[in-house]
């Protein structure tokens, strides 16, 4: 079976912090690259930080030193603490690997996770 579930998501100001978290089936995960990918309003989705299965990270610039994405290979889990958020960090959230997983050719994604940031 394969499965992404996303949770932690929210409302938070500006300058606050939220813990997301992403539960993945065992076919999923282990042994691939992790990634946290954000679809802001009106965005296409876009890749915000990634882990491979060694624990080598990376991040796009304009999250670098406020997110870190972790994982936890006895939980099958992966997660992304956001600190200092802004608003342009409003988005829904999903995770997946990297690069996404396909199902018969087409790119399988959670229901992925709400985060809003405003004042």
């Known amino acids: 079976q394969v499965q992404l579930v996303e949770s932690g998501g929210g409302w938070v100001r500006p300058g606050g912090s939220l813990r997301l978290s992403c539960a993945a089936s065992?076919?999923?995960?282990?042994?691939?690259?992790m990634g946290w990918y954000r679809q802001g309003p009106e965005q296409s989705r876009e890749l915000v930080a990634r882990?491979?299965?060694?624990?080598?990270?990376h991040y796009v610039d304009s999250v670098k030193g406020r997110f870190t994405i972790s994982r936890d290979a006895a939980m099958n889990s992966v997660y992304l603490q956001m600190n200092s958020v802004k608003p342009e960090d409003t988005g829904v959230y999903f995770c997946?690997?990297?690069?996404?997983?396909?199902?018969?050719?087409?790119?399988?994604w959670g229901q992925g996770t709400q985060v809003t940031v405003s004042s």
């Open positions: 065992e076919n999923i995960f282990r042994g691939n690259t």
């Open positions: 997946n690997t990297e690069p996404a997983t396909l199902i018969r050719s087409r790119p399988y």
């Open positions: 882990i491979t299965s060694g624990g080598l990270k």
